[in-house]
């Protein structure tokens, strides 16, 4: 076989995964709206954790038929942001009533807002804001407050280790808005504090299975001294704690294990002592979301940012009050 | 290694010949700089249960799935396949036994039984490579695109969207246990690519496999069973993806739809290229591609024991794999070679004219 041949055949195989991806990416979009239902375009970001989970059920739950919405919803594909712009512009022309956009990544939504700008179709921000945050782009964000959800993480770890500690910080993915906020809210505190010391930060993409290999990493290189690990969601924390067992530590005395989002599962662990404080990151603001996309379709004003409010567990005691109706 | 190889300085020769060895220098020089920052880092101790316990033996631990992709991966590419599935098959083996186990009794049968599902849905997966590439014809490439995408909306479907989490000691065990205080994880990937080794090498496999790599045409006249061989390579290297996705999952004991196995089938075509074996087929080099996995599990922990930032660290694992690279690139060595033999005759010819 020569080598055009071969590069020609590898184009057309190129060509033809591209389609078929187009083509998955499409599906669903066709269906009517002449039964007097508000089409609601959800461009979601799909499986991630439980908590993603409870809060986009929650959404789907919330706009049903019998409140008068049909929903789209459109999750990403493993998280990829061109799978979401594909399914927000596919929204945009098909002409939807509202569009709900959960941004895997915050920067390059610009095109894809004027477009809906120009079709006068309202974008309302779920959870994930957008950055540079131009908020003529949309008309509001509705999302638990990161910074104010990570203050309270450092202020807890001020007040936890009066004594200092080496700490840890297990990331998201690098540049995604929520990972920038919460490390802004926690340096803000944190960074005040001399004898809070940060052995460093790593990405462990928001899975137990990395964060699980980085924290044992993070353990030898630091000879076992760092007294605190700030995960900046629950699954990382999880994965962290399997880690400072199998380093033969005891996590909650020996390292003190802090979560940002409060899923049923860290929950059960703080009940346990395994984790040492969890940070809620409340999922469940359907509701909220109905009330203001009903706002924006009266053509009512609403603000620029709503923020849902969220608790803190801080001890065994409360984790076991609270897991009875954790809802997610 | 040669088998022409007669003493330890014939051998070693071989060696450098090997493609891999620059894999191997590679793994040296990362390892050296985490020594330069720790001079301990090569220290392995012996652990309060009585198992080694060191950043080597992590590193091993890490490798043990991308071996196993790897070796399965490498068998493919000698037919001049490829095989962009693993990664989704091993998230759909972590699916279907964290699924299974979360529902089952904490019982040996039962991490057994898993273990047995996921060869049986994992072979499943292959098959369908298999007829898809040998029966119907299709490109590989097509083909496991398709189990790609598939596999992980498979995964989805299993487990409902959820990232399931299940308890089960003995499952638990493969991939956090020790035997003879080495992890178990590392000896299984190491025992199975042995066992592939010596079955592809030590029979006429690896030659047919190579035949049709080479020449689909002339291996068909030469009496080669096409459709048989390329059938059962894609098995294996769906049965291989599958064990590793209960490594990956197992040491969590949870599965995580969206990242179990994400883009590892891109970790295991590296581990096979750095491990000497040529994309365009009829060439494969088993040994090379665990070499590769290593390489590749060293980079990853390396990357958090440096503290590289977390924007920075897709960058700095670009610049170590491009430099193995040119390392390795024949036409590359050949310039430096010439220059080198440049800079040596010019102060002999000015020897000779004094």
Same mark, same amino acid.
């Given at each position: 076989?020569?080598?055009?041949?071969?590069?020609?055949?590898?184009?057309?195989?190129?060509?033809?995964?591209?389609?078929?991806?187009?083509?998955?990416?499409?599906?669903?979009?066709?269906?009517?709206?002449?039964?007097?239902?508000?089409?609601?375009?959800?461009?979601?970001?799909?499986?991630?954790?439980?908590?993603?989970?409870?809060?986009?059920?929650?959404?789907?739950?919330?706009?049903?038929?019998?409140?008068?919405?049909?929903?789209?919803?459109?999750?990403?594909?493993?998280?990829?942001?061109?799978?979401?712009?594909?399914?927000?512009?596919?929204?945009?022309?098909?002409?939807?009533?509202?569009?709900?956009?959960?941004?895997?990544?915050?920067? !390059?939504?610009?095109?894809?807002?004027?477009?809906?700008?120009?079709?006068?179709?309202?974008?309302?921000?779920?959870?994930?804001?957008?950055?540079?945050?131009?908020?003529?782009?949309?008309?509001?964000?509705?999302?638990?407050? +990161?910074?104010?959800?990570?203050?309270?993480?450092?202020?807890?770890?001020?007040?936890?280790?009066?004594?200092?500690?080496?700490?840890?910080?297990?990331?998201?993915?690098?540049?995604?808005?929520?990972?920038? @906020?919460?490390?802004?809210?926690?340096?803000?505190?944190?960074?005040?504090?001399?004898?809070?010391?940060?052995? !460093?930060?790593?990405?462990?993409?928001?899975?137990? @299975?990395?964060?699980?290999?980085?924290?044992?990493?993070?353990?030898?290189?630091?000879?076992?001294?760092?007294?605190?690990?700030?995960?900046?969601?629950?699954?990382?924390?999880?994965?962290?704690?399997?880690?400072?067992?199998?380093?033969?530590?005891?996590?909650?005395?020996?390292?003190?294990?802090?979560?940002?989002?409060?899923?049923? +599962?860290?929950?059960?662990?703080?009940?346990?002592? @395994?984790?040492?404080?969890?940070?809620?990151?409340?999922?469940?603001?359907?509701?909220?979301?109905?009330?203001?996309? @009903?706002?924006?379709?009266?053509?009512?004003?609403?603000?620029?940012?709503?923020?849902?409010?969220?608790?803190?567990?801080?001890?065994?005691?409360?984790?076991?009050?609270?897991?009875?109706?954790?809802?997610? | 290694?040669?088998?022409?190889?007669?003493?330890?300085?014939?051998?070693?020769?071989?060696?450098?010949?090997?493609?891999?060895?620059?894999?191997?220098?590679?793994?040296?020089?990362?390892?050296?700089?985490?020594?330069?920052?720790?001079?301990?880092?090569?220290?392995?101790?012996?652990?309060?249960?009585?198992?080694?316990?060191?950043?080597?033996?992590?590193?091993?631990?890490?490798?043990?799935?991308?071996?196993?992709?790897?070796?399965?991966?490498?068998?493919?590419?000698?037919?001049?396949?490829?095989?962009?599935?693993?990664?989704?098959?091993?998230?759909?083996?972590?699916?279907?036994?964290?699924?299974?186990?979360?529902?089952?009794?904490?019982?040996?049968?039962?991490?057994? /039984?898993?273990?047995?599902?996921?060869?049986?849905?994992?072979?499943?997966?292959?098959?369908?490579?298999?007829?898809?590439?040998?029966?119907?014809?299709?490109?590989?490439?097509?083909?496991?695109?398709?189990?790609?995408?598939?596999?992980?909306?498979?995964?989805?479907?299993?487990?409902?969207?959820?990232?399931?989490?299940?308890?089960?000691?003995?499952?638990?065990?493969?991939?956090?246990?020790?035997?003879?205080?080495?992890?178990?994880?590392?000896?299984?990937?190491?025992?199975?690519?042995?066992?592939?080794?010596?079955?592809?090498?030590?029979?006429?496999?690896?030659?047919?496999?190579?035949?049709?790599?080479?020449?689909?045409?002339?291996?068909?006249?030469?009496?080669?069973?096409?459709?048989?061989?390329?059938?059962?390579?894609?098995?294996?290297?769906?049965?291989?993806?599958?064990?590793?996705?209960?490594?990956?999952?197992?040491?969590?004991?949870?599965?995580?739809?969206?990242?179990?196995?994400?883009?590892?089938?891109?970790?295991?075509?590296?581990?096979?290229?750095?491990?000497?074996?040529?994309?365009?087929?009829?060439?494969?080099?088993?040994?090379?591609?665990?070499?590769?996995?290593?390489?590749?599990?060293?980079?990853?922990?390396?990357?958090?024991?440096?503290?590289?930032?977390?924007?920075?660290?897709?960058?700095?694992?670009?610049?170590?794999?491009?430099?193995?690279?040119?390392?390795?690139?024949?036409?590359?060595?050949? /310039?430096?070679?010439?220059?080198?033999?440049?800079?040596?005759?010019?102060?002999?010819?000015? /020897?000779?004219?004094?």
């Amino acid at each position: 076989m020569s080598a055009k041949q071969r590069i020609v055949q590898v184009l057309g195989a190129a060509t033809a995964g591209a389609l078929a991806l187009g083509l998955t990416a499409c599906g669903g979009g066709d269906g009517g709206d002449d039964d007097g239902l508000t089409t609601v375009g959800f461009v979601a970001v799909g499986p991630e954790g439980a908590w993603r989970e409870a809060n986009e059920t929650n959404i789907q739950e919330t706009f049903t038929e019998d409140a008068g919405y049909e929903l789209k919803y459109a999750p990403a594909t493993n998280l990829d942001q061109k799978s979401q712009i594909d399914a927000f512009t596919s929204f945009v022309d098909e002409g939807v009533d509202v569009i709900l956009l959960s941004a895997t990544e915050a920067t !390059g939504w610009e095109d894809s807002l004027k477009r809906a700008q120009e079709a006068e179709i309202p974008v309302i921000l779920l959870d994930r804001g957008i950055e540079p945050d131009d908020t003529d782009l949309y008309v509001t964000r509705i999302a638990p407050d +990161n910074i104010a959800v990570s203050t309270a993480v450092a202020d807890w770890a001020v007040s936890a280790f009066p004594d200092g500690a080496n700490y840890f910080v297990l990331e998201g993915p690098a540049g995604v808005s929520v990972v920038n @906020e919460r490390n802004e809210g926690f340096d803000a505190v944190a960074g005040g504090q001399a004898n809070l010391v940060k052995v !460093g930060a790593q990405t462990a993409n928001w899975s137990t @299975e990395e964060a699980k290999s980085v924290v044992e990493t993070v353990l030898k290189s630091n000879d076992n001294d760092v007294q605190f690990i700030f995960a900046q969601n629950d699954e990382m924390g999880l994965g962290a704690v399997q880690a400072v067992q199998e380093a033969g530590l005891t996590p909650g005395t020996d390292v003190k294990i802090a979560t940002i989002d409060g899923t049923k +599962n860290a929950l059960e662990s703080l009940a346990a002592g @395994e984790l040492s404080f969890v940070a809620e990151y409340n999922p469940l603001f359907g509701e909220t979301a109905l009330e203001v996309v @009903e706002q924006v379709l009266n053509g009512d004003d609403v603000e620029s940012s709503i923020v849902v409010p969220s608790a803190t567990f801080d001890s065994p005691e409360a984790a076991e009050a609270a897991l009875p109706d954790r809802k997610f | 290694m040669s088998a022409h190889a007669h003493g330890p300085a014939e051998a070693l020769k071989a060696l450098v010949r090997r493609q891999y060895f620059w894999g191997i220098v590679a793994i040296a020089l990362l390892l050296l700089v985490n020594l330069v920052k720790d001079p301990g880092y090569l220290a392995v101790s012996i652990g309060s249960s009585g198992n080694l316990v060191g950043n080597v033996i992590d590193i091993l631990r890490a490798a043990a799935p991308v071996i196993l992709i790897a070796v399965g991966m490498c068998l493919v590419v000698a037919t001049g396949g490829i095989d962009l599935s693993v990664g989704s098959v091993m998230v759909v083996a972590g699916a279907v036994s964290m699924e299974f186990l979360s529902g089952a009794p904490d019982t040996p049968g039962s991490g057994l /039984a898993a273990l047995g599902l996921v060869v049986v849905v994992s072979a499943a997966l292959g098959a369908v490579n298999g007829v898809l590439v040998s029966v119907v014809g299709l490109q590989p490439f097509i083909s496991t695109l398709v189990i790609m995408l598939a596999g992980r909306g498979l995964a989805k479907v299993i487990t409902g969207g959820q990232n399931t989490a299940a308890t089960n000691e003995t499952f638990r065990w493969i991939a956090n246990g020790y035997v003879l205080g080495l992890p178990v994880v590392f000896l299984l990937a190491l025992l199975l690519a042995v066992a592939m080794g010596l079955l592809v090498r030590r029979s006429a496999l690896g030659l047919m496999l190579e035949a049709i790599g080479m020449d689909p045409k002339a291996a068909r006249l030469a009496g080669v069973n096409r459709r048989a061989l390329l059938f059962t390579v894609y098995i294996l290297g769906g049965v291989l993806a599958g064990f590793a996705g209960v490594f990956a999952t197992a040491s969590v004991m949870t599965v995580d739809v969206s990242r179990t196995g994400y883009q590892l089938e891109l970790d295991a075509i590296l581990a096979v290229v750095i491990g000497g074996t040529s994309l365009a087929g009829g060439k494969f080099n088993i040994t090379g591609a665990v070499v590769g996995a290593i390489l590749i599990a060293t980079l990853d922990k390396t990357v958090v024991f440096l503290g590289v930032s977390s924007s920075a660290t897709p960058a700095f694992k670009a610049v170590v794999i491009v430099v193995l690279c040119l390392l390795q690139s024949e036409r590359v060595r050949r /310039a430096f070679r010439q220059r080198r033999a440049a800079a040596a005759r010019t102060p002999e010819r000015e /020897a000779l004219a004094a």
